[in-house]
């Protein structure tokens, strides 16, 4: 069951798509298929598409399958991390191609696009694309790709994927979203119009801060022949092992989705009506400034990733870090464990400073990723942090 047009519900497709019992032995669990090479009949005459493991693996076709599904798209591809997806895409521009790049995105893409493709003559144009004016002055007869996160990293910002693919389009460039943050339970970038679909599986989809992995998901074909191409040509591929333990996690994706949201919504609720915490930035909540496109866009709930500014600064910000018990100091976001960071010296670190501060990543800036834990405990963990 791996077609994307699947009737089925989602976590019927998250728990069957792209795996059936495997046929030798009837193994429920799709085999690891720990092999670098296959055995040819003839020379050039091989079984399905299996010569060599990094063009193409059991394991990893299943994961790809599955995730697919999930995204209701026809074609998936998985990669050694979320940036080496990001790179993928990248590929498929030369040099004087142009990309708008959304302003807020995690600082692993911020370095990527500037500081390594843009080395390779690569034009980025940062811009808020919550500002259509702005978003819209953004593009050059030689762009070719809009990249945007949504909610964005750290400040979580809600972006209209349906406005930025109609206008994208208009200009002849294709759009890809990092739906990290959701997940395909919580948002479905490719309904909405975008060409393709980017995740850090190492996050939500994998769940349990125990792979690092990356995907692309497209309906496409031609997008994903030449992305394959890369895949094959580049060679960043996941290891089997990782993509097993991915099929073994996206069979609770929608259970855990479920959980991260609920906790999320309360702890956030709770944060906003701290006396030590100055802001709190969450797209559930109706004092953030995109709360209405966020129901819109985020039909299933708003996820476990809140942004908060405490009071006192970069002084107080690091003693809420360091007195933190059950939350854990780590970089990384999505795993059942809740995590918390500080994006001015953790991710963000790599992003300049005039960037950061025009972003409003300032000192007080802390990030909760909200695990599935007794939400009660979490809320106690954090008082006595802020205390």
């Known amino acids: 069951m791996s077609e994307a047009s699947s009737s089925k519900g989602f976590g019927t497709r998250a728990i069957h798509a792209g795996q059936a019992p495997d046929p030798s032995t009837g193994a429920i669990m799709t085999p690891i298929f720990q092999s670098a090479t296959f055995a040819q009949e003839s020379p050039g005459v091989f079984k399905e598409d299996y010569d060599y493991s990094r063009a193409s693996n059991p394991t990893r ?8 599904s999930l995204e209701g798209a026809e074609f998936g591809l998985c990669f050694a991390s979320g940036v080496s997806a990001e790179a993928a895409v990248l590929h498929l521009l030369k040099t004087g191609d142009h990309v708008v790049l959304c302003d807020d995105v995690y600082g692993g893409t911020n370095r990527l696009f500037h500081r390594v493709f843009g080395q390779l003559g690569i034009e980025v144009t940062l811009v808020d694309m919550t500002d259509q004016d702005a978003f819209e002055a953004a593009f050059c007869e030689n762009t070719k790709v809009v990249w945007l996160e949504t909610p964005t990293n750290p400040t979580l910002k809600i972006i209209d994927i349906a406005k930025v693919s109609e206008e994208a389009h208009a200009k002849g460039a294709i759009v890809c979203v990092d739906n990290t943050f959701c997940s395909p339970y919580l948002q479905s970038p490719l309904a909405l119009g975008a060409d393709i679909v980017c995740h850090s599986t190492t996050k939500y989809m994998g769940g349990h801060s125990d792979v690092i992995g990356g995907a692309l998901l497209m309906n496409d074909p031609d997008l994903h022949e030449r992305l394959k191409f890369i895949q094959l040509s580049v060679g960043a591929v996941p290891g089997i092992l990782d993509c097993f333990l991915l099929l073994r ?13 609920e906790n999320g919504m309360q702890l956030a609720r709770w944060l906003e009506a701290h006396p030590n915490v100055e802001r709190v930035l969450y797209p559930g909540l109706e004092s953030h400034p995109q709360h209405a496109l966020a129901r819109e866009q985020m039909p299933n709930g708003f996820g476990g990733m809140i942004t908060l500014y405490v009071k006192g600064g970069l002084a107080k910000a690091k003693s809420m870090l360091e007195k933190v018990q059950i939350f854990t100091i780590a970089e990384s976001l999505g795993g059942v464990e809740s995590l918390i960071e500080h994006p001015g010296i953790m991710t963000h670190a790599s992003v300049p400073p005039d960037q950061r501060e025009k972003l409003g990543i300032s ?18 963990d954090l008082d006595q942090s802020l205390s």
């Open 61 to 68: 076709k299943a994961l790809e399958k599955n995730l697919a």
């Open 249 to 261: 996690s996206t069979k609770t994706l929608h259970v855990r989705m479920q959980r991260h949201s």
């Open 363 to 380: 000192d007080s800036l802390v990030r909760l990723s909200v695990g599935i834990e007794d939400v009660e405990d979490l809320m106690a």
